[in-house]
Each structure stands twice: as structure tokens, then as C-alpha cells.
């Protein structure tokens, strides 16, 4: 594979927060026993003038103040989500044309559950390493959807990240060696047309679903790089709950100091196609020269994208330059179940 890398990377999540106990009080639940459950205490909410195409590009506009490249010279634009604003009109160029990308590049909307981010980065991985274009733009946004009273509604959350990808070594803040994808037909959580949420298997999403994809992603990712757990710094996984994600890492012989940057979903909740990207986007801001990350995505459906990556000496002084993950974490007013009824629109006459 020719050397291609990140150059820039940004990221946003709504403030709006809502938290277990407020869900679970409407709905009769248990608050301590789903936090532990799950391992999730609050999540994100879009404010009523949020969607995916205002958190793409936000985090858009971020990655461009962090890669200081001309905007023309983005060559492609994918955007990663399964709550794209409209049905039939592409997000991708809405954020081309507010980051000022436009008319020179291509661009498509894409859809892959919760790993239509990391589909992007592949995408433009290859267009830059075939030298077809000079840089591509990824990003993996979602506002996520819960039925009221499904499990899912402690978990379904809103943010995103944006990655700049480039070939140019002086600009590079981390390069890719390498990635790797597993992809089955396995039917654990969809949505029909017309439908307001989705449906899913319940704990067949567990080990027939997201493990078995993420943990031989994770293995042909291994076999491919020569490497094992101890050749990395840090790690990061899909995060539908933090329970997942935990034992994910253990399972393949991580441990806490490797993914304890990566692992949000705690005080985001599960933002989908915006959750590998979040927790990528956190290790960054947090990394120095020579550190290996290793990353794995999963969308249902299924299927996982594994990455390698390292981290190079341009990653000095970078996360400065725009918000960080962190903050965006802390910054955060909490709101009521009325209210998120209210902003989300699950009011219905």
C-alpha cells in the first residue's frame, strides 16, 4: 500500500445530555442495573437545529483547521451515516460546499449501520494512494435513533469525527500501515423504508454479531501487520454500550491504559457511524510521536474495518489548534425526558 495518513481531524457532539436515571424513571427501569449493564451513564442528544449534516460539518471544518490545506483541494467526499437528513440529497455536498470544497471533487452519502465512517476512510485511502487525488475527506456522523421504551433509547446518541487524508509525509500527523475488513450477511439490527426506528435481535447483536466481526477483524488485522496486542499504545472499538467495548479489548489482550482513551460511550452513549472516528479522534489528542493505534469499527449488518496506524512527530501541537474531543465531552447541559421527547421529535400525531 502506498504511504497515506491523516493530516487533519476534528470532531463535535451536541451538548445536550440525558442521563440513565431520567429514562429509566419514565419507564419503570432500573437505572443502577442498566448503568452497569451497559456501562453507560449518560449520552448525547442533537439540539432541534442539529442533524448529521450540521455535526459533519462542524467536525469538517475542524479537521481543515487542523490540516491548514486548501479546501480546494479535497478531491472526494464521503459521509458516513444511517441518519442522513434527507432521503434523496447527498450530506456530502452540503458539507463540500460549507467548507468551501466545491465544484472539484467527488462525493457520495454513504450507509453501512455503524461502520459507514471507517468505509469512507478506506475509500479515500485508496484515491489518494492511487494518486487520483491530492487529499479525500471522511466522515462518520450520526444522530442515532431509539425507540421510547426500547433498550436502545439509554444508548442512541449524536456526534461525529472528520478525517483529512493525505500522502504528504510533511503534513501526515499519523500514518496508516495497514487495514483490513470481514463482511457477512448477518441480520442483527435494520430499518425499513418509512420506518422512524429500528428494529434488533436483541443478544443475538452480541456474540453471532458484533464479537464475532470485531474480534476476526481484529485477528486478520494481526495476521496481515505481523503484530500482536503488546505492539500497540493504544486501541479503540466500536462502542454500541461500554460492556462491548470492554470486553472486546480483553478478549483479543488489551488492557485498560490502551483503551481507556478510545472508550466514550460511558458519558456519549453509542454514536454509530461516529463512534470509531470519536474515539480515534480522543487517542489523537492525547498521542505523541511513534504511538501505534490500532482501531476497529463495526456496522450490523455486518461487518468490521480494522486499522494500524502510527503516529508521527507532526502530531505535535496539533490537537491545540482546534477543540479537542475532551472538551466537547465536558461541555454539556442536561435536559429532561420531556425535552428530548421534544428535540429528537418522537412526539407523534
Not at 443502577?32 to 460539518?57: C, F, H, M, Q, Y
Not at 455486518?302 to 486499522?307: H, K
Request: charged content about 20%.
Amino acid at each position: 500500500m502506498n504511504e497515506v495518513g491523516i493530516v487533519g481531524y476534528g470532531s463535535h457532539i451536541p451538548k445536550y445530555r440525558i442521563q440513565v436515571e431520567e429514562i429509566a424513571k419514565v419507564w419503570g427501569k432500573e437505572a443502577n442495573a442498566i448503568k452497569r449493564g451497559l456501562i453507560v451513564n449518560e449520552k448525547s442528544v442533537p439540539g432541534p437545529d442539529e442533524d448529521t449534516a450540521t455535526i459533519s460539518v462542524e467536525a469538517a471544518r475542524r479537521a481543515l483547521v487542523r490540516a491548514n490545506i486548501d479546501p480546494q483541494k479535497i478531491g472526494a467526499i464521503y459521509v458516513g451515516s444511517e441518519s442522513h437528513p434527507y432521503a434523496v440529497k447527498p450530506t456530502s455536498g452540503i458539507v463540500g460546499e460549507a467548507i468551501c470544497a466545491t465544484p472539484d471533487f467527488t462525493a457520495a452519502d454513504l450507509e453501512f449501520a455503524c461502520k459507514a465512517g471507517t468505509a469512507g476512510i478506506q475509500m479515500c485511502m485508496g484515491l489518494v494512494g492511487s494518486g487520483m487525488i491530492e487529499y479525500g475527506l471522511a466522515v462518520g456522523s450520526d444522530t442515532a435513533q431509539g425507540a421510547p421504551g426500547d433498550a436502545l433509547e439509554y444508548t442512541a446518541a449524536a456526534g461525529g469525527a472528520a478525517y483529512i487524508i493525505g500522502n504528504k509525509k510533511s503534513e501526515m500527523l499519523a500514518k496508516f500501515n495497514g487495514t483490513y475488513s470481514f463482511t457477512t450477511d448477518t441480520p442483527d439490527f435494520w430499518r425499513r423504508e418509512h420506518e422512524h426506528y429500528p428494529k434488533h435481535g436483541g443478544r443475538f447483536t452480541g456474540e453471532p454479531a458484533y464479537f464475532k466481526h470485531v474480534l476476526n477483524a481484529a485477528k486478520g488485522m494481526f495476521e496481515k501487520m505481523g503484530t500482536t496486542p503488546a505492539d500497540y499504545d493504544y486501541c479503540v472499538f466500536h462502542q454500541p454500550n461500554g460492556k462491548f467495548y470492554i470486553n472486546a479489548a480483553k478478549k483479543l489482550g488489551f488492557n485498560q491504559e490502551q483503551w481507556k482513551y478510545g472508550l466514550l460511550t460511558p458519558y456519549l452513549g453509542n454514536t454509530y457511524s461516529g463512534a470509531v472516528p470519536l474515539g480515534l479522534s480522543n487517542i489523537l489528542d492525547h498521542a505523541k510521536a511513534g504511538d501505534r493505534i490500532f482501531a476497529v469499527s463495526y456496522g450490523s449488518g455486518a461487518g468490521s474495518d480494522a486499522f494500524d496506524i502510527t503516529v508521527t512527530d507532526n502530531i505535535a501541537g496539533a490537537a491545540e489548534k482546534a477543540i479537542t474531543t475532551e472538551t466537547l465531552l465536558a461541555h454539556k447541559k442536561y435536559i429532561d425526558y420531556a425535552v428530548y421527547m421534544k428535540y429528537r421529535e418522537k412526539i407523534r400525531m
